[in-house]
């Protein structure tokens, strides 16, 4: 009851979602989408440069400041790094993306990795359909400081802080609300795409044990599909020992009540981790199923070929000896040979025409 009152309240605190991965929105400049300072879980006013920003905070003694900056560069990162005393290895990997889910502690700041998944909409799936695209998003996480580096043409964290903006409760927690708030929303976006990969492959199954003989599926969006879901498999299996890490060890600038909260969204990894297994070995199934089908399908036709050659094969025969043209053959001047012989040969491709139905073969 509890909690669904907070969440009455938290919808009705929403502001309007602002798209703030613009870099046009942001008046701080073309890579930095935002700088909030938070004292006590609440938003302070206005937005300020950072150096101003991480100020204020430090004289109030309490409270942290995120910073949302989209695709910068080394040149625009230098300052932020300097400022906030970032290690330069965790630095280059923000600037240059491409990087492994994975945590790395560098003396009290936390450098994390996400990779970030959307489901691509399409109205029929493809050899080439891309169906998984992915992003990054890095997040620096300090005592005092969160710095978020997104890479990628979604996976925007306005709406994200928003939501937090509406917990302040969770969000005076610290930089660690920020960061698990981060690692749930990527593992959602991991749940929604699975299961919108489950519609594809569904489909594709459907269409191999299609009844109808002239409904054949594809074995390169067989492929594609597993391609893709290879793709998605990168996204979320290295991030297990990440969330293990969070949820079970003692981390530099992560509050021990977050943690908690980290068990949960390393319950929601280890499902989608388990389902992505599943989706690969149905595939493997699904197109073995297929190989075996056109195999059988190979086979009738060769049975159906070779029914109706022996068939053939008698008219031939028959025709081959009559005609060789030797005087003395067997009722050669007989006046009822021919029609005799086309009886014959009515008969004899009668019978083995019945008998290759009657085994399957026609």
Known sequence: MVGNLRKVARLARRRRRVDLNHPARSPLGTSVVNCVAYVDGKRQPGDCPVEEAIARVRRAGRGFVWIGLHEPTEREFSGIADLFSLHPLAVEDAVQAHQRPKLDTYDDTLFTVFKTVRYVEHDELTTTSEVVDTGEVMAFTGPDFVITVRHGRHGSLGPLREELEADPEQL??????????????????????????????????????????????????IYQLKRELLELKRAVAPLARPMERLSAQRLPAVDADIQTYFRDVADHLARVTDQIAAFDDLLNSILQAHLAQVTVAQNEDMRKITAWAAIIAVPTMVCGVYGMNFDHM????????????????????????????RNGWL
């Open 172 to 221: 005076a927690k610290g930089p660690s609300a920020v960061l698990h708030a981060i690692a749930d929303h990527v593992v959602e976006d991991y749940l929604a795409v699975a299961d919108a990969v489950q519609d594809d492959i569904e489909q594709v199954e459907t269409e191999v044990f299609a009844r109808e003989p002239l409904v054949r599926a594809d074995p390169g969006r």
């Open 330 to 357: 067997p009722e050669l001047h007989w006046r009822f040979g021919y029609p005799l012989v086309l009886v014959v040969i009515a008969t004899a491709c009668f019978a083995m025409h019945r008998g290759f139905r």
